[in-house]
């Protein structure tokens, strides 16, 4: 599904417009990314939460060549899925 489809998504199950859904949609990834950029964490009870951790620096190998090369850290966004959500999938 792409944001095409969970904005078509969204406005029939909320019956609302394509518009209105597409601002839903907008606002609520805008809302995560912010929080996340700020360094705090998003739980939605159920589904589940949204966080960034700090990945360390390490050695990794080029894989066309393989010379041994260094891996700066940095911040990544982790998920880690709720039990209705993981359930689902089941």
């Known amino acids: 599904m792409n944001k095409a489809e969970l904005i ?3 406005a029939d199950s909320a019956d609302i417009t394509k ?3 597409a601002k839903a949609v907008q606002g609520f990834v805008d809302a995560i990314t912010d ?3 700020d360094g705090d964490k998003i ?3 159920g589904f ?3 966080s960034v951790v700090k990945r360390a620096a390490r050695e990794g190998r080029n894989p066309q060549t393989g010379k041994k090369m ?3 850290a940095k911040k990544v ?7 209705k959500l993981a359930d689902s999938v089941k």
Do not use: E, H, P
Request: no cysteine.
């Open 48 to 50: 589940g939460t949204f």
């Open 19 to 21: 518009a209105a859904a």
């Open 77 to 83: 966004v982790k998920f880690k899925a709720g039990t």
């Open 43 to 45: 739980t939605l009870v």
């Open 35 to 37: 929080t996340l950029g």
């Open 70 to 72: 260094k891996i700066k």
């Open 8 to 10: 078509a998504s969204v």
